[in-house]
């Protein structure tokens, strides 16, 4: 079977790599769909984003799809930036080419916003809302969670976006200091797929 994986977020495309593997699916990507237009995410929720997301591009390429609504949420903040992580910092993405500065902004206004902000109250939490669905609705849903706090400064090289300002505690190191494949057994997105994989199995024995 086909299913669509639409993401445009390289780093989301590099974790799935590991975290898909073993199923006996064909994965097309949006390379495959170079036609296929950015699907706006403007829910209030990951799980509403995922959804929107999955059926957007089911609808533009006839495959059944895939997709990862996720972000960063930081108690001391509200909650923020959640939904609005991928455009925190007031840039958007135009082209992939332009992830790591976005990137980049978007911590330094975490880390301005913490600024001063005492340790105890330094909690978050990573969230992946993740939603396969057809053109006209959702089929399987899925949500995991990595909880942890925000470091005074970046730690690490690995992983992407809010990786090297997220600190796992009981591990004393932050996620872009995790080895790739240590990221993908513990983070948000694995305890998503950890959900979502019992329920694909039974899918698609249907
Ligand atoms: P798609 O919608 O095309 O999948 P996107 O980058 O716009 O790509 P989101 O809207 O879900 O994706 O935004 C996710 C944001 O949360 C973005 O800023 C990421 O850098 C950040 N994020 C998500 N997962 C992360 C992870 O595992 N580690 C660090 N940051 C993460």
Redo the contacts with the bound molecule.
Sequence with gaps: MDILLA???A??IR?FEILLSGFSINWLSLKDFPEAEEVE?DGETFTE?AKR?AIGYARQTGILTL??????EIDALGGAPGVS??RFSGAH?DHSSDAFRI?EE?IKKVLRLMDGVPEENRTAR?V?SLCLADSEKPILEAEGFLPGRILNEKRGTG?????PV?YLPERGQS?AELAREEKNRI???ANAVKTLRPMLEEFLKR
């Design positions: 993401t445009t977020n780093g989301k974790d995410e984003n997301k997709a990862d609504d996720s972000g960063l992580s991928a993405k990137d978007n990573f992946s992983g992407f976006g809010y990786d997220f996620v983070s948000h997105r």
